[in-house]
């Protein structure tokens, strides 16, 4: 799997990161329900970002390519 580089990728709640700066993104394991969100870690910040989309569809993408880019 290979990071799509200088894309901006949506977290949800309005936020955005470059897909280069993304350096993991830890899904909720345990105490699912409301107010558990999936947390994104990002070169530069010393807290992880709290996202409102689903780990498969941040790492989709920040990994496939767009319809201009294939």
């Known amino acids: 799997m290979r990071v799509q580089s200088g894309r901006?990728?949506?977290?949800?709640y309005g936020k955005f990161v470059r897909s280069d700066d993304v350096m993991a993104v830890e899904p909720v394991t345990e105490g699912r329900g409301p107010g558990r969100r999936s947390l994104v870690w990002v070169r530069g910040l010393e807290d992880p970002?709290?996202?409102s989309r689903?780990?498969?569809?941040?790492?989709?993408?920040?990994?496939?390519?767009t319809a201009s880019e294939a």
């Not at 689903?54 to 390519?65: F, H, Q």
């Open 54 to 65: 689903a780990v498969s569809s941040i790492v989709e993408a920040l990994t496939n390519p």
């Open 49 to 51: 970002l709290v996202a």
């Open 8 to 12: 901006m990728v949506s977290l949800g």
